[in-house]
């Protein structure tokens, strides 16, 4: 008897060591497991000694009793193999994580490099029929590829979809069938929807293990630094894809990759452009930065720092020497261009400012800020020449008008006001009632005021008697954020967080062009100083986007 439960048990530990023998020759190792001192037999790990079989012409165990001890066994099983988990992963130091189907990847310090070093290098049996780290690691390849073709695929597709849109828009523009032009166009933007709502993010996961793909290649449309190696073909075939039909939404003046700028952490609040080289832009961000931009090398040539909270204006002085900004810290500060140090900063309000702005000959400077208020102040000396009250909630913008001798407030009270600098009253010359709702924004040119509210109007008076010469109902799911005129006047660009950018004629108050751009929602918007074919889009994650028209 002592030598059949030997050889049973043996024999038992053979099945087993056969159970979990790997597929292949590459990846057999030598794994030492304990015996049993009393039986000299192999055992598996953490479990107990395996009965052996039941004496010849002894009573046979009840069916319910066998049940159980198989229940009992299984058990065991499973509480070692989770055991047998921990040992390993804990010796080899290698995280896996099963989130699905096709999630499942290997969390390794160095990313995907080191797992696959790992693979080569490591040759491990699979003592608990769960999946090795080789395993592991190819399947997380075999996700990748999988997931490439599908992208892949469904790029395609749209690729097809989008060519018979822009096919369709461009014989219905050529045939004047403004119906059909109209409901063609609806599809792009459903289009365009789909692929960033869907796609991207699939894009986005698929390349996490190349950082600089998004933030260099693709959303800056170059294939620059690259590599074609065998991965990376995917990967250029897929951005050749996304450029392909970037291009042909732009036909439709739908732009998911215009030229971008990532210029802050976090929103771009406003900028301003060079007086002497329009291609430096100076941006003042939600990171309490202000930075000067090279447009076309996409570098940054300066950086401001001194405010405490976000910075919420900022102008370049007309020689470019002098940099101006107010921030939500209460202050306005002066720096020096080129030093970028800061020679003076402004004290006076009791609560944050949101606006300012610079008189023509840049000798006075106004403020407007949650106190309620609007101070003047001389540059030169540094000193607030004048406080003006009279509105009731908080002052959202300031304007100088072109004659430099009047300007314009107006925020959460719904109401503008006119004041004029050379009268002796500290009261306003005019007051309009302009709209229903608080004012988010104005904006100024030789002749007109636009004011833009969240009721979903703008409003165009001139600066000179106050008088309405155009309203213009928005509508859209999302009221106006930020607009400015075009260089010459004629037009006016009103931007919102629907990602929508609408252009209209300022004489008529027709729309004539509307813009769809991919972002997080628009901040500030401007054209480019002396051309109208240009717009600059400041958005809330950070970017500043240029617009070819």
């Not at 063609?184 to 789909?194: A, P």
């Not at 732009?255 to 900028?271: A, S």
């Amino acid at each position: 008897n002592s030598n059949s439960n030997s050889n049973n048990h043996t024999t038992t530990s053979n099945k087993q060591t056969d159970q979990y023998k790997p597929s292949s020759d590459a990846e057999e190792a030598a794994v030492t497991l304990p015996t049993d001192s009393e039986s000299g037999s192999t055992l598996p790990v953490n479990l107990e000694p395996i009965p052996s079989s039941p004496i010849p012409g002894s009573k046979p165990s009840s069916p319910n009793r066998q049940s159980r001890g198989r229940a009992a066994s299984e058990q065991e099983k499973e509480t070692a193999n989770q055991k047998l988990e921990r040992v390993i992963q804990a010796e080899w130091s290698f995280e896996v994580k099963t989130l699905g189907p096709l999630q499942a990847k290997v969390e390794r310090p160095n990313g995907l490099a080191v797992a696959q070093e790992e693979k080569k290098r490591m040759d491990v049996v699979s003592l608990t029929g769960s999946p090795s780290p080789l395993e592991t690691v190819q399947r997380f390849l075999d996700w990748r590829t999988e997931t490439h073709q599908l992208i892949g695929r469904i790029l395609d597709h749209l690729l097809l979809n989008g060519i018979c849109i822009a096919t369709t828009l461009a014989l219905a523009e050529l045939v004047k069938a403004k119906d059909v032009y109209g409901k063609v166009l609806i599809e792009l933007f459903k289009m365009s929807s789909y692929y960033v709502r869907s796609c991207l993010p699939l894009f986005a996961q698929a390349t996490e293990d190349e950082p600089d793909l998004l933030r260099i290649n693709f959303y800056h449309k170059t294939c620059n630094k690259l590599s074609l190696s065998v991965h990376n073909k995917a990967l250029f075939r897929m951005l050749i894809q996304n450029y392909m039909l970037d291009a042909i939404a732009a036909t439709g003046d739908v732009y998911l990759f215009p030229r971008t700028l990532d210029c802050h952490r976090d929103g771009v609040k406003y900028f301003d452009f060079s007086h002497t080289d329009p291609r430096f832009v100076l941006t003042a961000g939600y990171d309490r930065l202000l930075r000067i931009w090279d447009t076309k090398s996409h570098s940054c040539m300066a950086q401001f720092a001194g405010h405490r909270s976000i910075v919420t204006w900022c102008a370049f002085s007309k020689d470019d020497n002098t940099v101006y900004s107010a921030s939500f810290d209460g202050t306005l500060k002066v720096w020096n261009a080129k030093t970028s140090e800061c020679l003076a900063t402004l004290s006076g309000h009791d609560d944050s400012i949101m606006d300012a702005d610079i008189s023509p000959d840049e000798k006075l400077m106004l403020s407007a800020s949650m106190d309620k208020t609007v101070r003047l102040w001389r540059l030169k000396r540094g000193v607030c020449l004048r406080v003006y009250l009279g509105h009731r909630g908080w002052v959202k913008c300031v304007r100088f008008m072109p004659n430099g001798q009047t300007f314009a407030s107006a925020g959460l009270d719904k109401r503008v006001f006119i004041w004029e600098l050379n009268a002796d009253s500290k009261l306003p010359s005019r007051i309009i009632d302009a709209h229903e709702d608080y004012i988010l924004t104005m904006a100024v040119s030789s002749c007109d005021l636009l004011t833009a509210s969240k009721d979903k109007y703008i409003k165009i008076f001139n600066w000179a008697n106050a008088s309405c010469r155009q309203i213009v109902d928005t509508g859209g799911s999302s009221w106006c954020s930020s607009a400015a005129f075009s260089p010459d006047g004629l037009y006016f660009a009103a931007a919102s967080f629907d990602n929508s950018i609408f252009i209209y004629d300022t004489n008529t108050g027709r729309m004539i062009r509307q813009v769809r751009v991919h972002n997080e929602g628009s901040l500030s918007i401007a054209f480019a100083r002396n051309d109208n074919s240009t717009l600059y889009v400041g958005t809330a994650n950070g970017k500043l986007q240029i617009i070819e028209l």
